[in-house]
């Protein structure tokens, strides 16, 4: 029997062995092993069909009871990530190994998502690039220098994000008509256009009105020139749909305003002596 005490005492009453599926984790948290006397090999614990431990770490057993109270268990890992990511961001993998045998221990990741995607490293904290929109799966296995092994998962999220693909370009106007501002962008988004007055020091949201249309769309139209306007930068802001991605800011376009010159016709008249 095995007693299970009051406090987290697990004391082999005699020559047992407690068996675990392959695979499996007995982890230590606020407990003990008891490796008092009488402690012996014929005190098991067993994962699969390999003796994990004994008492004292005898019949070919990797560790002893001490051993897994010292380490808080058998080794293990709890996957983890930087989840959720942005579109064109990496991602982070960490694999937080426990347990005996886990210095030292080797590390094989697999990964799957979208489409026909895969992924492999034997890093023990990998750096995933490149991913595209969409659900993944990792899953990382923990060896210790003995063969034990043991996997887990987890799940990790790639938010779409947006790319600029045609900056606004500068635009020139006469006094009264219109000009307008385009950005091309790539992804679903919204937008915000801002004007700036002081040569790109500062900047504020636009808002539709009478002199502004399409001030979160990607084009907007700045009508009714003045002098005024002359040397505005305008710049837009723009927001993936995800709404959990930061936005990008486009690159600033000059607004030039000119005043028409007004050319007058003078009648010249000739006087002819006879």
Sequence with gaps: MIDLQTGGLAIWTGNYTFTLPSGAVFKISGGTLDDGNPCSAAKRLVIGSQIYSTCNGGA????SFEDLNTSGG???VSPSSDSPVCEGEDLNLFANPSGAGASGASFSWAGSGPGSYSFSSSDQNPVVTGLVPGN?????TITDSSGFNTSESVNAEVLAGVAITTQPSNQQGITGTNVLFTAVTSGSATYQWQVSTDGGTSFTDISDGSKYSGSQTNTLQ????????NTSLFRVQVQPASGSCPPLVSDS?????VVPTVLSNRRITYRVNQ
């Design 74 to 76: 058998s080794l293990s």
């Design 253 to 257: 376009a000059l607004l030039t305003v």
């Design 60 to 63: 070919g057993a990797d560790y």
């Design 136 to 140: 993944y799966t990792f899953t990382v």
């Design 222 to 229: 700045v009508g009714s020139l003045q002098t005024s306007d």
